[in-house]
């Protein structure tokens, strides 16, 4: 039960992914109509996945990495990396979305194909920190931010 938030908000993350690949496709077809609705659910379920890391993290904390000590040096490189592609890929999507919605179509067709391709680094590096801190080592202490803060 301890992993089932981790365990959702990473398959938000992979599903929004799925998505967004399926919406290129559309789009690639001229399916407009389609290509929107797909990367409308990409983004509902990116903010499904936000939500969840949110609360847990303020609510339950982070889980620190439990592997050995000459992984963790590489794992926390990793996880920064992810880190910055998440939030990259999160406002450049954002501003896609935006650009998309209001018909400003060039601005969107430069930059929603990077945003999708970041995106998609995302998702695949998150499954990485996942399996990483859930599945090949043991998850280590887990501190609730706000008993950290206080």
């Known amino acids: 039960m301890a ?46 996945f936000f939500i969840i890391y949110l609360s847990r993290t303020v609510l ?20 920064l990396f992810h880190i910055v592609l998440a939030t990259v890929g999160g406002v450049m999507g954002l501003i896609a979305l935006r650009w998309g919605y209001t018909n400003q179509l060039q601005k969107h067709r430069r930059i929603g194909p990077i945003a999708s391709v970041i ?19 043991p998850g280590g202490h887990t501190k609730p931010l706000l008993d950290a803060i206080f």
């Open 3 to 48: 992993n089932f938030l981790p365990t959702l908000s990473t398959s938000f993350i992979v599903i929004s992914a799925i998505l967004v690949a399926i919406g290129w496709v559309q789009i690639a077809k001229r399916r407009i109509a389609k290509h929107r609705r797909l990367m409308t659910w990409a983004a509902v379920f990116a903010t499904l």
């Open 60 to 79: 339950v904390g982070n889980t620190e990495f439990g592997g050995p000590d000459n992984v963790k040096t590489i794992y926390l490189i990793f996880l």
């Open 119 to 137: 995106w998609f680094c995302t998702a695949i590096t998150g499954v990485t920190v996942y399996v990483l801190l859930y599945i090949v080592y």
